[in-house]
């Protein structure tokens, strides 16, 4: 198959290279005629940009690096909304996704920014102190968080504000008249690597239980599987006294163990003991019995995250973004919260 260059699309369209250039970088307005008789050219020839031709030119690659987590501990499935929706945002901007896994630390965006891979970064997997940060904000391309380090160095970072997740799911256990809380925390490995959202999470909840006069206790680690939920529901069961209770779960792929692991054991939550997860509604919908459930928000924060890097990348009239953007989440009542006592 030939290969067409912009050269041939400006000859097919009957306008200069230079205009081609201008219409593919949106960087000088460009009539509407003219803009689909270029597009026009370039479909009819099958034209696409070289990425490697434009980085050795100076100009874009229309490519949007994507850093992303792949160890021990991730959950696999939590991490598909936020790809997904990186993935379609960055298509809306005529733009690709490289991924990146998080494995390859700061050797990773040296290397992206380096060899002209992409024009900007969207980086995951933050933590509280994290090495990348600082090397990221020395990068010459953009470079938008997903998580809140305890330094951002400059950086935009974007994130669930999940503080209010566990308030949220505070304030639900109090409004119901339970007397007693039991936490089920994260999978070693997650609280090894001091992720800012685990701490944020628990000193919010540590900080709600006392403003409502609520005890509670914390079982952690708890790993992923049915042989942790087990050992875990065993451990609160031993707990219990006199008086309502409710189980707090924020690790994500828990929730589905820890309920069959207490149905297993004759205790159905919703009648005599309360579950509230943090997870994805998508995945709330699908427990048994029906989870109440603050959700991730993931698909919200990877979209405005998007919004950012291409504000970055384009910056528009107006207000820039805020610095540090928190999504606002969202709690579900479903089966599994007792309702208050009548009176």
Partial sequence: MPKFTSKDVARLAGVSQ???????????????QTRQKVLAAIEGLTYEPNAGARALAGKRTSVVGLVIPLHAGVDAVGQLPFIHTIAISARARDHEVLLVTSDEGSAGLRRLAGRSLCDAIVLMDVEA????????????VPVVLIGVPDDPAGLYCVDLDFA???RLAVSELAATQHDRMVLLG???????????YVRR?????????????LPFDVIE???????????????????????????????????????????????????DVSVIALTPDAAAEETEPLVTNVSLEARDV???????????????PGPPPPAIDLVTPR?????????????
């Avoid at 990877?302 to 528009?316: G, H, I, Q, V, Y």
Wanted: hydrophobic letters at 45%; a positive charge; aromatic letters at 4%.
């Fill in 129 to 140: 102190r994290d090495e990348r940060v600082p090397v990221a904000a020395s990068l010459s």
């Fill in 221 to 271: 680690p708890v790993e992923l599987g049915r042989a942790a939920a087990n050992e875990a529901v065993d451990r609160v069961l031993r707990l219990c006294g006199d008086g309502r209770l409710g189980l707090v779960i924020p690790n994500s792929p828990a929730p589905q163990p820890v309920l069959h692991a207490l149905e297993a054991r004759g205790v159905i939550a919703g009648r």
């Fill in 201 to 213: 999470f628990l000193d919010a909840f540590a900080a709600a239980a006392a403003d409502h006069q």
């Fill in 164 to 166: 209010e997740a566990a």
């Fill in 186 to 196: 994260y999978p070693a490995e997650i609280i090894s690597r001091d992720l800012n």
């Fill in 302 to 316: 990877s979209r405005r995250a998007m919004e950012t890097l291409f504000w970055l990348l384009d910056p528009a």
């Fill in 331 to 343: 709690l579900t009542r479903r089966a599994t919260v007792m309702a208050a006592r009548r009176g």
């Fill in 18 to 32: 230079s205009t081609v250039s201008y219409v593919m970088s949106g960087k000088r307005p460009i009539s509407e």
